[in-house]
């Protein structure tokens, strides 16, 4: 079955940068559009990042513009999002997700995993 685990979360300092992977099993990876989200206690799931299967086009919500990077290496059928200058409302669980579909913030892809958290303290 599909299967989507992340890890590099943690804590960090306010500016401070993470680097999360997704590594991606039971579905052929370079098929498949990937994404992160990210949901904060007591708040709805955001988009946070979304990356084509070639990883030729990204999108990134304009909260984490300029400072998060997606990408992708299909031999290794991983995704990534590097997270640079990290403020205390990037605190959140951030989960990647896989779709045949392109990956909009208001996507709801089938395949999720189960979630890294991420804090950043002030």
């Known amino acids: 079955q599909v299967q989507l685990v992340e890890s590099g979360g943690g804590l960090v300092q306010a500016g401070g940068s993470l680097r999360l992977s997704c590594a991606a099993s039971?579905?052929?990876?370079?098929?498949?559009?990937m994404g992160w989200f990210r949901q904060a206690p007591g708040k709805e799931r955001e988009f946070v990042a979304a990356?084509?299967?070639?990883?030729?086009?990204?999108y990134y919500a304009d909260s984490v513009k300029g400072r998060f990077t997606i990408s992708r290496d299909n031999a290794k059928n991983t995704a990534y999002l590097q997270m640079n200058s990290l403020k205390p409302e990037d605190t959140a669980v951030y989960y990647c997700?896989?779709?045949?579909?392109?990956?909009?913030?208001?996507?709801?892809?089938?395949?999720w995993g189960q979630g890294t958290q991420v804090t950043v303290s002030s």
């Open positions: 990356i084509s299967w070639v990883g030729r086009s990204t």
């Open positions: 039971g579905l052929t990876f370079s098929s498949y559009n």
């Open positions: 997700a896989a779709d045949h579909r392109g990956i909009l913030p208001t996507s709801s892809p089938p395949y």
